[in-house]
């Protein structure tokens, strides 16, 4: 069985869950004798390829007198850069690429249809360009390529997708890592949920990452439930690389949050949870890691309330920080509004750090030793970061559980889910 | 013969290194010692060596005539002995000359004089100590950190002998009256007020270089025509400005130095002018009036008050988390301990916080080491998050502990309070009762009536009458009967007891009612 599949990031190169999430699903349906071939706008040639081979986009020539595409590249349909694209995981960088273009004077008139294009592989300024750039290489490769059977990971990858099953007329999974109402909350950006939806209908499978996903697919994009399936997520095991290197010299309890702090994230609920927490109880230290666009007004509010000598932040951290991070925390707490997965929390039981997650949160539907909560009820979270700092009886308990759990969330499992979805398409 | 009063103002923070998280608990060392001391040595040699060249000289040529003052705080003090000793020498050169007064502040450029009272005494002490070892002279006289200054700190500073003290020549303090003269503070007068013109120092400080500014370029010969159009009966012209004004904030390139240069020249030859020191101005001039400050001003923008320190939630959290301190501070006696109280209460580390500026100009970002206020929050708070750890250790008494304690004294208060009220209000009730009782106490009343009460009442009514009423009645009121009865009374209200029976209640009732009217004969 191979399979063409569509990416965005590979790792190392990543900037959220994607690309792990993608990194692992591979490894994982290498060990069914699944075959792949990756194909990334961009790759670096560091990229793990013992699982795949990895096609970087910007290595393909195209170009449109070619006869072979001449009757599909007018199908598709050139997509200007919409004015408030929400850049999907990293806003810092969109704003620098933004900033930066400004000071260069650097123009966006589109090379789409060059016959070279390099691609940034990023979420920038000509993200919707290099969408549809991918799209021409997914046909271009479609006609070339031997293979069963199109996998396509999040709307990036959509158009190359629709693409692909266009050209070649096989048949095509899509992969909802995430969908726009999660990224936006309500203000969705129609030109991204367009795309969203039309590589849904477009595919004979769609896999979403968690049933509140799949709601999502069904009830907002009106999906037909049928052919939408979840398969959630699972954890890389082997990850002996990360040791701390620090030593937690602090005496307090340390309660963490740690993700990109926007909107989706929730952590305005943190904030007040923290709180309620050091009006009982000034033993305990929270911890803000990340960075993103609410960052000043959640330090605002944190100075308002008069609790910054016991509420820090850290900035976005990277490599071991992670690690190190976790090493000090007690508590991990996760108040996302709306999560699609939510890795993080599995990282942290990895590390033997408790967790509190938001019930809002596609991983909550596969873990049990973690306490959940809504995310917009300060006090029942309150409670649960005190209890988890203060009866070691629960958080012990919660230690060596969630280790164990979190080892049972294999990749392999995952993978063969998602061969199980592959395999009544092939047949037909 | 009016007077033009220099006073410069140097001052360098300790700026922090970039401290994270990760390091609280772990590591001591907060302050950028590299780009510190590379900012130290390129202000030196741009601005205050020399300026200090160029004073000595002017000091030369001119003798007593010329004269100048310095604030130099005793952070910048410590700097120049880390990292540019010349500098120290250069301003021992200028003192030796005689024609230098050098004044007393806070030694760590700080914002305590809004905080305490004691502790801004004891460094204000502490810097004064400084300059009389450093340069030989005791300072008479006083100015704050920014010229901030109200009617209090003015009393508390005369409390500590200083003759002179420096503000700013607000306009809304100021209203119609000039800054020319000198005043005195509203609480004690014993201190004298010199303040700034603000007008004519920031032409020089601020306006210098500015192409855009009508009075560009300034010349010796302008800026003494200006002095010259001050009101005849004006005593005095105050220019009071950064040091670093000359050579950093105005460039060489300017011709900052080239116009200090020629200017006591054209003062002595254009106007009736002469220079003196603050001291000096406080034994020569009469004071015209006092001056009422209530709220704090200072030298800053245009508003003149403290918004640049404080007043945001950033920077009011930061400020009130540091003299939370103040307490435990008091028991440490740790060198270091001290000496990094000293360094995290300069003013600067708060300016940086400052979020009015998003807009503004360029003045405010004079070696700002942070990007954004709340990347200066954000440092300066993981700073202070270690240092209240090593304080409470140092202290023995971490603050958890001192809160418990705290806390089981204000319980111990709060349940003396509520026995407290509750015994008044019973004491009030029963004051009450007894004032009203001419007027309706009913038969239930007897029992909080006295024994004495008691046993008048009794004598009045006739036993057996006395035993109906007392039937069935509340266990309290038999037991503040019964042994006010007389021995012989007893005897027979016991046998009556025994002997009743069956008693209409509306016998019982009636007997109540007199016992009632019996009352009122009593207290009526």
Known sequence: MRILMFGWEFPPHITGGLGTACFGLTKGLSKHDVEMIFVVPKAYGDEDQSALRLVNASDIQFDFKDESFAEYWSK?????????????????????????????????????????????????????????????????????????????????????????????????????????????????????????????????????????????????????????????????????????????????????????????????????????????????????????????????????????DRFHFTGFLKGNDVTNMFALSDVFVMPSVSEPFGIVPLEAMRSNVPVVISKQSGVAEILEHALKIDFWDVDAMADSIYGLCHYDALSSMFKKHGKVEVENLKWEKAALKVKQVYEPLMSK | ????????????????????????????????????????????????????????????????????????????????????????????????????????????????????EAEFKQQVEMHANKIENTFGQKPTTFRNTELIYSDEIGASVADMGYKVMLTEGAKHVLGWRSPNFMYTNAINPKLKLLLKNFRLSDDIAFRFSQQSWEGWPLTPDKFTDWLNQVDEKEEVVNLFMDYETFGEHQWKETGIFDFMKKLPEAVFSNTGFTFATPAELGEKLQPVSSIQVPNPISWADEERDLTAWLGNDLQDEAFGKLYDLNSLITKCDDAEIMKDWMYLQTSDHFYYMCTKWFSDGDVHRYFNPYSTPYDAFINYMNVLSDFIIRVEQASGSSKPEIEGLKSAFSDLTDQAEKLARKQATSTARKVKKTLSKSKDLKFEDIKDLSNTAVKKLIKDIPIDELTIAMKDAETEIREKVIPNLGKRAKAQYDSIESELKKVKKSDIKKYRQQIENKFKNMFG
Not at chain 2, 20 to 48: G, L, Q, T
């Open chain 1, 76 to 308: 598709i349909k050139y997509m200007e850069v919409g004015s408030n694209v929400i850049p999907y995981v990293d806003p810092e960088e969109f704003s620098n690429v933004i900033e930066k273009n400004k000071k260069t004077g650097e123009s966006y008139t589109s090379n789409v249809f060059s016959k070279n294009y390099v691609f940034s592989g990023k979420y920038g300024v000509n993200l919707m360009e290099e969408v549809s750039r991918l799209a021409l290489i997914g046909s271009g490769l479609a006609a070339k390529e031997d293979f069963d059977l199109i996998h396509a990971h999040d709307w990036l990858t959509y158009p190359a997708g629709i693409a692909a099953k266009k050209t070649s007329g096989k048949p095509l999974v899509v992969h909802m890592h995430a969908t726009e109402y999660d990224r936006t909350g309500e203000n969705v950006n129609t030109l991204v949920f367009d795309i969203e939806k039309q590589g849904m209908e477009a595919a004979d499978r769609v896999i979403t990452v968690s049933d509140l996903t799949r709601r999502i697919v069904i009830e907002k994009y009106g999906i037909d439930a049928g052919k939408v399936i979840t398969v959630h997520n699972a954890v890389d095991q082997n990850v002996t690389s990360e040791i701390a290197d620090i030593k937690k010299n602090l005496k307090e309890k340390v309660v963490t949050f740690l993700g990109r702090v926007t909107f989706q994230k929730g952590p305005e609920y943190f904030i007040e949870a923290a709180h309620k927490i050091l009006q009982r109880d000034r033993n305990v230290r929270f911890v803000m890691a990340g960075s993103g666009d609410m960052l000043n007004k959640m330090i605002d509010r944190v100075a308002q309330l008069r609790i910054a």
């Open chain 2, 1 to 116: 013969m009016k007077s033009i009063c220099f006073y410069f103002q140097v001052h360098q923070p300790f700026r922090l290194r970039t401290y994270r998280f990760f390091d609280i608990a772990n590591k001591h060392d907060y302050f950028d010692s590299y780009n510190n001391s590379f900012i130290m040595r390129r202000v030196a040699e741009k601005s205050y060596l020399p300026m200090n060249k160029l004073l000595l000289e002017l000091i030369r040529e001119y003798g007593s005539a010329f004269k100048v003052s310095f604030s130099i705080s005793g952070m910048a003090l410590e700097q120049f002995e880390a990292y540019a000793p010349s500098v120290i020498d250069s301003f021992k050169e200028l003192a030796a000359t005689g024609n230098v007064e050098f004044l007393a502040e806070t030694y760590a450029h700080s914002l305590v004089s809004l905080k305490n």
